[in-house]
């Protein structure tokens, strides 16, 4: 509608934007905040001039604000991340320092706290890094045609055969399946998915591994009979150091931090990944990648 002969409080209705103005300073600015149709920060420059008026410029700030927020709760959360088990480290050395290191088995039991969360810090810095890396655009991928198998075995060796232990594996994925994709990237994404399946399964529970190719697509599930993630949840697995259960990912050496990477270099190689209920619970993970 023209917002001709109407007030500015007719047309914006915020009267601290209106008051601003009648203030009449110099140059002076406001922040707007607009929540329908759809929420949006404006940056309203105010510039008073006596042969034309009023100017005020608009500029919307919701894009800024937002990356703004993202950098500021990462920095918090990886503050919070670290501070337990620095905290741990520096207090069982203070006690070993002062006097602990008499007792036989009270050292052993604070040692192992101790060398437990270094591990810990060094998990969560090689995620960190691992992530800043694909963010800057250093992370190099070199798709090349790639024999899927081979990728999964390595995958599953790297979990130093705690996996082979705790459950079964089911693979029906040919020996001549291949995909475009890099292997190293792939190598990661499955060893991540994998961890996960096995971390969040039961003892004796069995993980489910296929490959498939429709619409020109491949697609590689990973699939096990865990709690599995409810709905609500689904959508945000996949964000920085989001957790269904912080207790019980921390108490399996969990970083917050697999899922992303997955998500990155699945993107990074043109493709994604999402996640379904299986039946009758637990979880199935879909990555898609290209044919070519
Ligand atoms: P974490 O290091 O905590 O496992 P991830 O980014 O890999 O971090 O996963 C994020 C969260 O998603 C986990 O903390 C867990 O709550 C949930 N999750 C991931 N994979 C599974 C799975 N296979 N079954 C159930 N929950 C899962």
Redesign the pocket.
């Known amino acids: 509608y023209s917002p001709e002969e109407k007030t500015l409080l007719e047309i914006i209705r915020d009267p601290g934007l209106n008051q601003k103005i009648e203030n009449l300073e110099r140059n002076s600015h406001y922040h707007l905040e607009i929540q329908h149709p759809k929420y949006k920060n404006i940056l309203v420059q105010i510039t008073h001039q006596s042969s034309l008026g009023t100017i005020l410029f608009f500029r919307d700030i919701t894009e800024n604000r937002k990356l703004e927020m993202i950098r500021k709760d990462f920095v918090a959360n990886v503050s919070h991340e670290l501070r337990t088990p620095v905290s741990i480290i520096r207090a069982n050395s203070e006690t070993l320092m002062s006097g602990g290191l008499a007792d036989k088995e009270y050292s052993q039991t604070s040692l192992e706290g101790i060398f437990r969360n270094a591990v810990r810090m060094s998990s969560i810095l090689e995620d960190l890094l691992e992530i800043s890396k694909i963010e800057a655009g250093k992370y190099h991928i070199v798709k090349k045609n790639t024999r899927l198998l081979p990728i999964i075995n390595r995958a599953f060796d790297s979990l130093l055969g705690y996996a082979e232990k705790r459950i079964t594996r089911q693979c029906s994925v040919n020996d001549n399946f291949s995909l475009f994709a890099d292997e190293k990237a792939l190598e990661r994404i499955l060893t991540?998915l994998l961890d996960?399946?096995v971390?969040?399964s039961p003892f004796d529970g069995m993980i489910t591994i296929t490959a498939d190719e429709k619409d020109g697509k491949s697609l590689i599930t990973i699939a096990?009979h865990?709690?599995?993630?409810s709905k609500i949840h689904s959508e945000r697995?996949f964000e920085r150091f989001?957790?269904?259960?912080v207790g019980?990912?921390r108490d399996?050496g969990?970083?917050?931090?697999?899922?992303?990477i997955v998500k990155n270099l699945s993107e990074l190689m043109s493709g994604s990944v999402h996640h379904e209920p299986n039946s009758p619970q637990g979880?199935i993970f879909v990555i898609t990648l290209p044919t070519q």
């Open positions: 991540n996960n399946a971390k969040y096990d865990g709690h599995g993630i697995i989001y957790r269904v259960d019980r990912s399996q969990g970083t917050g931090l697999g899922l992303s979880s």
